[in-house]
Each structure stands twice: as structure tokens, then as C-alpha cells.
């Protein structure tokens, strides 16, 4: 139950900006995540919460109180990594009892903790058991329950599901969330994967080449991306630059209505509307544009059209029988309600 | 006996030297690691008269000549390397977040050590020390001409025996020389059939 914030936290090595004052406020009992690909300086700020890592300026504080001149083993903040990263020449209780027995727990008070552990995990009776003996799933319960045992200020996931097949995935993402939210324990994992981010977390930090885009719930991602790096992310490439005044943005395609893109002052902006938003219909009305189909790969859920919108290719997701043929014009309605203004220029 | 002292004392001694050097070699990329794996290998490479001959006019200089430390430095040469090439071996297939999860699960530096990185080495460790001890066990011209005739180990018994054509005597020591070496091999043999895991990473010799 602990908070944890990151004050213009930043971290250079000698030929690169790893991490660019970073700024980020977790609550007491929150999962956030840390997303954004690789290389962006994700895993780097979790090690630096961790205490495996020096930031080379900066403040990280739990609780309000600065933690930089703690040490690591000290500083409550349990990680666990991609690599499950079991002892080797430990049993699963052993290692699940590892970080007690590093606190002075005792022999009888450890073995009841563990057993509960393993309980809750779902491994009751596989204390005895050797790393080595398990499946790459149960591993990676093992991991978990021996970081959760101990009651952590911060638990700390670094892409903990990445080594997993899809179907172990889903259960272990079910199982993080049920446990973090059971215990309320402040959670900061780091994901590469946004559906992930947006499944787990009660915020998502997305951060690209170390600095934060955007800290905010999943669905504003969705909805109000900041700027057009963090709609690509979150596969929205749909973009059709023109000139807001007031409500309306005008267009080489016509005038666009945006009552709800608050919050971007007037001037060049980008228009933006999410793949699933877009529709395509047969008559032209307010809110519509022409495009020229360029291709249409059917995706299983939906129709994959890809059209020309003013030098810029847009998709569109198409309900699956719908089938635009290649090479005609399409007329698309941009619905009031979803349509969303970015500025130009990158901030 | 003699030998045996010399030969614990160059595992010991490896092994405090060997470990550090081996770890930096394995798991940290330095400017110069290449040069310093090369020269590490120089030992082996030269013929051990060579590296004895010039060892011993340093160790006279320094009043080291015909002394037991004296051998026991000589013995170096040769067996840090073999330790260090082994235990390289073994920390490459190590992983370091072990000690990483360790101490964010609240283990200090020694417990890191004692409770996590002893134990993973431990078998690799212990074939390492193995052949180090079997490499000063069976060191001849470097002890003779660096003990100069003061230190007397077993080798230094034997190769005269044979030489001299006491079979029977040869004999005997023959089987008390080759007994080490023996029951290494029956060890290691042993332990090789086991899961390979357990080897902490020699499993591919």
C-alpha cells in the first residue's frame, strides 16, 4: 500500500538519453504499466525503481519519502523478471520462502506463509518439487508467489508473460490482476504489448525513446490520444491534417465537425478517427469523406480496407461482408462523437 | 606429503584469484578483455620449462628460490589458467539476475554470495578446482628446477625411480601418483550422467 513517484527522474549513459525526466505518480495500491517498445527506457525506470540502477538525476520516492540512498536489498521493491529465474539448487518452497527467510521469518511461520502462497497460486503440494521439474507456467507462479509472499511495497513485473504461449497468457494475466487487486499491493509492470497494458492496468505510461507521451486510463489512449506517435502506437495511423477553427476543422475533403477535441487550440491540427469508428456508406452526408480503395484483407473479425484519404492511407475496419472493391471510391462518415484533433507538430 | 600441501595451497589460491578474474571475464564486457583472455591462455601455451626458467630468476631475486611459496607460485602458472578457462565456462551460463532477484527479495551482498552464487557454481566449481589440483599434482621440471632440490614432491620421486629402472618401486609410487587422477575421473564420470543441469553449465564437456 505503498505510492511511488518519479520526480524529472532521468538516466544517460555515455552515448545515449536512456530516460528523459520522467515524471510519474503512482497510487497506493495501483497497477500501472509501463509500455512502449523496445529500447524506450521501460525496463531501464523499473530497474531504477528496483535499486538495481542509479538514476543519474532525479528523485524516486514510496510514500513521499526519497528511497535513492536505499538499497536495493532494502528497499522492499520485489522484481520479477521475464526469466522466471527460480534458484536452481532450491525446491519451490525454498524459493518461495527465500525472500522470509532473508527477513528472519522463522522456519514454522515461513512454512505457513508459503503454503498459503502456493495455495493461492494454485500449486498446493508442489513445494518439494525442483525448479527444473516444472512447466514454464507453473515456473512463473513460482516466481510470483515468492515475490508476493513477502508483502512488497512495490511489486515490480518486467515483462513477466513474454516467455509464455498465448493460452498460459491470458491465465497468468487473470491470475496478476486477481492477486494484485486481492492484496492491493502498488504494482509496476513493463509491457511491450499495448492489448496487454490495457487489459492489466488502471493507468498505462507510454513512453517512447525515454520520455512519457501519455499517462492516462487505456480507454484515453483509445479516445484522446496526445499526440499522433501515441495513436500509431495503439494502431491508429489514420491521420488527415487541416485547420481547426472552433468546432469545425476544414480539410482538403471538406469540413469535418469535432465538437469533443477539446483541449487543441485552433490552427493546423491532425484529424484523426479510430479503424473500428470509420464507417463506410453509400450516400455522402455531414462528416464525409472519399477515399480510393487501395486493398481489403479479411482479418477473421473484420474487413481490413485500406483507402487513400487525401495523400494519407487509411484503415478502416469493416464489418467481415462488407467487401469494397480495390481500386473503386468509397464515400466514409467520420462520426461526430469520434472524431479527434491532434496538434501537428510533435510536443 | 608434500605434494599435497603444494597442490591444496594452488586450489586454494586459484580459486581466491581464479573466481573474481573469471566472473569479470564471463559477465562484463571491458575495454582490453580480449588481450587479457589471450595473455591469460600464454601459461598453457608456452612450454612450462620456459615459464619455469624465467620464473625462477625473479623468485631468486626476490628470495623465493628453493622455497615451498616459491613452488607453490610456480604451480600458478600453469593451473590458473585451466581454473579460469572452466569457470568462465560456468559463469557464462549463469545467470546474473539470479543475484538480482535475490537482492531485491532483501538479500545482502554476502548472502547473495553464500546463498545464490556458491551454490550455482558449486559443481562446475568443484571440477574446476579438480583439474587445478591435478595440474599442480603432476608439475615436474618447474618443481624441480624452482624447489631446487628442497622441495621434494612426487613427481620429483617417481620419474627418477623409472628412471633408474626400480620397477617395483616405481610401481608402487606410479599407483599412489595415479590415484588423484583416478578418482577424479570416477567422480566426474559420475557426474556427468547426471541431469546436466546440475553441472551448472558444464554439461557440454
Known amino acids: ?347 | 606429503m608434500v605434494s599435497t600441501l603444494v597442490a591444496l595451497i594452488v586450489v586454494a589460491l586459484c580459486g581466491i584469484l581464479g573466481l573474481p578474474a573469471a566472473r569479470a571475464l564471463a559477465l562484463h564486457d571491458f575495454r582490453g578483455r580480449r588481450m587479457v583472455e589471450w595473455l591469460m591462455m600464454l601459461p598453457i601455451v608456452v612450454p612450462g620449462l620456459v615459464v619455469a626458467m624465467g620464473t625462477h630468476i625473479v623468485l631468486i631475486q626476490i628470495g623465493l628460490a628453493d622455497t615451498l611459496p616459491g613452488v607453490v607460485l610456480v604451480h600458478l602458472a600453469p593451473a590458473l589458467p585451466y581454473f579460469v578457462l572452466v569457470m568462465a565456462g560456468v559463469f557464462a551460463n549463469y545467470s546474473v539476475e539470479l543475484e538480482e532477484t535475490a537482492r531485491s527479495l532483501g538479500a545482502s551482498p554476502w548472502r547473495i554470495f553464500l546463498y545464490v552464487t556458491l551454490p550455482a557454481i558449486f559443481p562446475g566449481l568443484l571440477v574446476a578446482a579438480m583439474f587445478t589440483f591435478l595440474v599442480s599434482w603432476t608439475q615436474y621440471i618447474t618443481t624441480v628446477l624452482v624447489g631446487g632440490g628442497r622441495i621434494i614432491t612426487l613427481p620429483m620421486v617417481l620419474f627418477p625411480l623409472i628412471g633408474a629402472a626400480n620397477h617395483a618401486a616405481a610401481a608402487a609410487v606410479s599407483i599412489v601418483f595415479v590415484l588423484p587422477a583416478l578418482l577424479i575421473l570416477a567422480y566426474t564420470a559420475r557426474t556427468m550422467q547426471q541431469d546436466v543441469q546440475s553441472l551448472g553449465g558444464l554439461g557440454k564437456l
Open chain 1, 1 to 347: 500500500m505503498t505510492t511511488v513517484g518519479l520526480c524529472q527522474l532521468n538516466k544517460t549513459y555515455s552515448r545515449t538519453e536512456a530516460v528523459i525526466n520522467l515524471n510519474l505518480e503512482v497510487a497506493s495500491g495501483e497497477m500501472v504499466a509501463l509500455l512502449g517498445p523496445s529500447g524506450c527506457g521501460k525496463t531501464t525506470t523499473m530497474r531504477m525503481v528496483a535499486g538495481l540502477l542509479a538514476p543519474s538525476s532525479g528523485d524516486i520516492r514510496f510514500d513521499g519519502r526519497s528511497v535513492l540512498k536505499t538499497p536495493a536489498e532494502r528497499r522492499d521493491a520485489v522484481m520479477v523478471f521475464q526469466k522466471h529465474l527460480l534458484f536452481p539448487h532450491l525446491s519451490v518452497a525454498e524459493n518461495v520462502g527465500f525472500g522470509l527467510k532473508m527477513r528472519g521469518v522463522t522456519h514454522n511461520e515461513r512454512r505457513r506463509l508459503v503454503e498459503a502462497m502456493l495455495d493461492r497460486v494454485r500449486l498446493s503440494g508442489f513445494g518439494n518439487r525442483r525448479p527444473n521439474e516444472l512447466s514454464s507456467g507453473q515456473q512463473q507462479r513460482v516466481a510470483l508467489a515468492r515475490a508476493l509472499v513477502v508483502d512488497p511495497k512495490v511489486l515490480l513485473l518486467d515483462e513477466p508473460l513474454s516467455n509464455l504461449d498465448a493460452n498460459l497468457r491470458l491465465e497468468m494475466r487473470r491470475l496478476i490482476r486477481s492477486l494484485q487487486q486481492e492484496l492491493k499491493i502498488t504494482a509496476i509492470f513493463v509491457t511491450h504489448d499495448h492489448e496487454e497494458a490495457v487489459m492489466l492496468a488502471d493507468r498505462v505510461a507510454l513512453m517512447m525513446e525515454g520520455k512519457l507521451l501519455q499517462f492516462d486510463e487505456p480507454r484515453s489512449f483509445y479516445d484522446r490520444p496526445r499526440i499522433a506517435a501515441v495513436a500509431r502506437f495503439f494502431r491508429n495511423e489514420n491521420l488527415l491534417p487541416g485547420e481547426k477553427r472552433g468546432a469545425t476543422v476544414c480539410t482538403s475533403l471538406g469540413t469535418i465537425f469535432a465538437p469533443q477535441a477539446t483541449g487543441v487550440a485552433d490552427g493546423d491540427v491532425l484529424v484523426t478517427v479510430r479503424p473500428e469508428q470509420v464507417g463506410i456508406v453509400q450516400t455522402i452526408g455531414p462528416n464525409c469523406v472519399s477515399a480510393d480503395v487501395k486493398a481489403v484483407t479479411y482479418m477473421g473479425t473484420h474487413n481490413l480496407v485500406e483507402a487513400m484519404v487525401g495523400g494519407q492511407i487509411w484503415s478502416i475496419a469493416a464489418p467481415p461482408d462488407l467487401v469494397p472493391i480495390p481500386g473503386s471510391r468509397v464515400i466514409l462518415r467520420l462520426p461526430e462523437s469520434h472524431v479527434w484533433l491532434m496538434p501537428t507538430n510533435v510536443a
